[in-house]
């Protein structure tokens, strides 16, 4: 296995076997994990590389690197949904790579699209060696790309200060959480005004509560807005939750989560299209993937460049059946 590298040179000439590079996160999920895919990474059949990151925006230098390197390429994010992100925006663009998820972190949102199953399915290597891989569409937010999803209500709110909470001493990771959607529901206050423009559909500095561009299915550790949603479709599936009252939003917030916004037109505005955007007089607190954005306007599009994702070809991403109304 290779060493702990700060800047790694992986590019190689001449060579026409597919790389298998390991971008090992060591700070994500817990202590041991590290170690423990590390010991099945080397029992692995195929060829492989290891490399690990040391802070923010290492995984995408990987990622370029491998990309300026001009030969074909698997490479497995092995962290969170953050550690996916830098993967892909190194990535994208490029036809001779292909990109996965290792399940490392807590979250690994975006491999639930998989199913409930996937960290088994994403943790047997061999099978994700040698699984097919789909072109996936991406979402470009003022241009930093995301696979999954996009947030810019109080949800993304509560994303981000959990950010802020995880990091105090005894706070655990659901703590964080807790107190996160506490400050931001209880005390700071669901609704903000917002100038929103889907489609043909505006609302000007309107009060809102949550918007959210789904690419893939779920987000925030257990929320999946819109259940059918497809990340190969070249449709971004958006929904937006204009004012609602405290009350309101605690009884309609599992209803949201479960994928059924369907149920609630008075409340939920829909669109299926390929660009929305947004801007307030105040600052937005935007989340993609995890990364955490800020300014006062936004445009969410769909992205003209791709990224290959590879899979276990026992796993699925088409959604359950259809939903009955």
């Known amino acids: 296995m290779s060493g702990r590298r700060r800047r790694p040179d992986i590019r190689k000439k001449g060579a026409s076997i597919i790389r298998h590079i390991f971008v090992i996160n060591p700070a994500a999920g817990k202590p041991e994990s590290t170690r423990r895919l590390e010991e ?4 692995l059949s195929v060829p492989h590389e290891v490399f690990y990151t040391r802070e923010a925006g290492d995984a995408r230098v990987i990622a370029e690197e491998a990309a300026k390197a001009g030969q074909p390429a698997r490479i497995y994010a ?3 949904d953050g550690t996916l ?11 001779f790579l292909a990109v996965t998820s290792v399940p490392k972190g807590t979250g690994n949102d975006f491999l639930k699209l998989f199913g409930p199953d996937y960290r088994r399915l994403f943790y047997d290597l061999e099978a994700l060696a040698v699984g097919p891989q789909t072109p996936f569409d991406l979402m470009d937010c003022n241009g930093l790309l995301g696979l999954d999803v996009v947030c810019a209500g109080v949800d993304a709110r509560i994303a981000a200060g959990v950010h802020r909470y995880k990091d105090l001493r005894f706070v655990s990771g659901k703590g964080a959480y807790i107190l996160s959607l506490v400050e931001n529901i209880f005390w700071r206050g669901i609704n903000r005004p917002m100038t929103v423009r889907m489609g043909e559909q505006v609302w000007k500095e309107s009060p809102t509560a949550i918007l959210c561009i789904c690419n893939g299915r779920h987000y925030g550790g257990g929320f999946m807005p819109v259940a059918d949603a497809m990340p190969d479709d070249g449709v971004l599936d958006v929904l937006r939750v204009g004012r609602v009252s405290l009350f309101t939003f605690l009884r309609l917030v599992g209803q949201y989560a479960k994928g059924l916004y369907w149920k609630y037109p008075r409340l939920i505005d829909e669109y ?7 801007s307030a007089r105040e600052e937005i607190t935007v989340v993609v993937d995890g990364e955490v954005m800020r300014d006062t306007a936004f445009t969410v599009r769909l992205s003209e460049k791709k990224v290959n994702f590879f899979y276990p070809a026992s796993a699925s991403y088409q959604p359950l059946p259809g939903r009955s109304n």
Do not use: L, P, T, Y
């Not at 992100?85 to 036809?95: L, S, T």
């Not at 299926?272 to 947004?278: A, K, L, P």
């Open 40 to 43: 099945q990474i080397a029992r």
């Open 78 to 80: 092995c962290g969170g």
């Open 85 to 95: 992100n830098e993967v892909v925006n190194g990535a994208a663009g490029h036809d």
């Open 272 to 278: 299926h299209g390929q660009e929305v955007s947004f």
